[in-house]
């Protein structure tokens, strides 16, 4: 539950609630719930993005990936700080969402897309595009876009961890334009020849 809230909240957010009642915040972190929830049931078969990358992600909306965070929690980390930027506890929303680092990248990755809404939660992302009057090919596109960024930034987080190595946020950007690019060519001939 403490999770969840502060993946829907700020803590400046959260204190500006002046009042708030225990089954209001429930139900909306059960709208936002099921709506994601409702998403991967329809959007399992987005051929736009390999089922790695997806099952990457849907680990990560569920914040069931491994993080630094749990990882010093069952004592096989020596830190909780995020292995990117050193800055916060590498918790999930820190590592896709508030990472200084990441989200130069996740930045760059809505604008070359075209994404226009502020949020840099990934949740809001997927209801926000899955709810955009978009034709269904351009909500898939943007989808497999969250999902190459997901995966470039759970790859990007492992290279620093175990090698030491950290990606420059524009070369994440560039990861996420040049998968999704690629996918694009090898499926929409498939498509169109239906
Ligand atoms: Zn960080």
Not at 96 to 120: D, H, N, R
Not at 181 to 193: D, N
Request: with cysteine.
């Amino acid at each position: 539950m403490k999770n969840q809230l502060k993946a829907m909240f700020t803590k400046a957010e959260f204190y500006m609630l002046t009042q708030y009642k225990v089954g209001k915040i429930y139900d909306m972190m059960m709208g936002e719930t099921l709506q994601v929830y409702m998403y991967w049931c329809n959007m399992v078969w987005n051929r736009l993005s390999i089922p790695r990358r997806r099952f990457i992600s849907w680990l990560v909306v569920q914040h069931r990936s491994q993080t630094t965070e749990k990882l010093a929690r069952i004592g096989v980390s020596s830190s909780l700080a995020c292995v990117i930027c050193d800055q916060g506890d590498e918790i999930h929303k820190h590592l896709f969402s508030e990472c200084p680092y990441i989200k130069i990248s996740l930045l760059e990755t809505k604008s070359w897309f075209g994404i226009t809404v502020a949020t840099q939660s990934l949740n809001r992302l997927i209801v926000w595009i899955d709810r955009s009057k978009k034709s269904k090919f351009r909500k898939n596109v943007w989808h497999a876009n969250i999902y190459a960024f997901v995966y470039s930034v759970w790859r990007c987080k492992n290279d620093s961890y175990w090698q030491d190595l950290i990606t420059r946020p524009h070369f994440l950007t560039d990861n996420c334009k040049r998968v999704v690019k690629e996918r694009i060519r090898v499926v929409l001939p498939t498509i169109m020849a239906r």
